[in-house]
């Protein structure tokens, strides 16, 4: 079994940047690609970056060109970035992990593991 716990968001101005964190416990040497998903209200939780334990990386388009994702595979952490954030980025922010195997997962029921969630609130 693999637990996630995420850290950071909190409420942001337009404009400015957050950074998530997520630290993987348990047997993290089953996974491999971890990510970050979101679900703003009354929408559908959707993939924002991920990436796999050879760092290979997938941005969804809203983020990409403003956001970044990197891991520590020792430490068993994933972290990301958004820069320029709007009221649009408002969302509880989820980690993720998959089961070693599958690689750069892109799609939700690729991901076994997944950690509470942590909301963001822009505010403009």
């Known amino acids: 079994q693999v637990q996630l716990a995420g850290s950071g968001g909190g409420l942001v101005q337009a404009g400015q940047s957050l950074r998530l964190s997520c630290t993987a416990s348990?047997?993290?040497?089953?996974?491999?690609?971890m990510g970050w998903y979101r679900q703003a209200p009354g929408k559908q939780r959707e993939l924002v970056a991920a990436?796999?334990?050879?760092?290979?990386?997938f941005y969804s388009d809203f983020v990409r060109g403003r956001s970044k994702i990197w891991r520590d595979n020792f430490k068993g952490t994933v972290s990301l970035r958004v820069d320029n954030l709007s009221p649009d980025d408002t969302a509880v922010y989820f980690c993720?992990?998959?089961?070693?195997?599958?690689?750069?997962?892109?799609?939700?029921?690729?991901?076994?593991?997944w950690g509470r969630g942590t909301q963001v609130s822009v505010s403009s």
């Open positions: 348990g047997t993290i040497r089953s996974i491999d690609a």
């Open positions: 993720a992990a998959a089961k070693r195997g599958i690689g750069l997962a892109t799609t939700e029921r690729e991901y076994e593991y």
């Open positions: 990436i796999t334990s050879a760092h290979s990386v």
